[in-house]
């Protein structure tokens, strides 16, 4: 088994909501086209994303963001991870956000086929595992889009 030297996180996050927050950078790039979310604040109980946008989203737009996002989790797609070389990274993978003193070889983590990026996060193994995403609450302020939100677990008989 082939054992990769990569950075320390510096922080755990709750698998599941990290997970969810990967789907939601996914789907505001594929609806917004702006880049994924420039800060976060990734938490069990409730977290938020910033994303730089023109406009706030709409009501209608902000419903749409929340049903593609469980849309996706609910086709329960495998969370793998790859490891790669800056040199062999695919081209869709955005690494604006890495730090300078980032490693050489990146792990990066791909939902099915709907998202992939560099990241040394903690993730569920499967999207099942999530939950339902719900958007809480939204502002907008000076070009930055704030959402929080949250995930209610599934309830399993």
């Known amino acids: ?33 702006c880049p994924r979310s420039r800060n976060a604040h990734i ?21 749409e963001i929340a049903h593609r ?17 800056r040199d062999h990274v695919p081209p869709e993978v955005d690494l604006s956000k890495l730090p300078d003193f980032a490693s050489e070889t990146l792990r990066l983590i791909r939902i099915g086929d709907y998202d992939v990026c560099a990241c040394a996060g903690t993730h569920v193994k499967n999207t099942s595992e999530i939950g339902t995403f719900k958007i809480i609450s939204s502002d907008f302020n000076e070009g930055v889009w704030r959402v929080r939100f949250k995930l209610i677990p599934n309830v399993t008989a």
Do not use: W
Not at 10 to 30: C, G
Not at 51 to 62: C, F, G, I, R, S
């Open 69 to 85: 996002v469980n849309e996706v989790i609910d086709c329960h797609l495998d969370v793998t991870e790859q490891f790669v070389d």
């Open 43 to 63: 938490e069990k109980k409730k977290s938020k994303c910033d994303y730089l946008l023109d406009t706030a989203p709409t009501e209608e737009q902000v419903q």
């Open 1 to 33: 088994m082939e054992t990769h030297i990569l950075n320390e996180h510096n922080k755990q996050e709750y698998p599941p909501m990290h997970t969810a927050e990967h789907i939601l950078n996914q789907t505001m790039v594929r609806m917004f086209g």
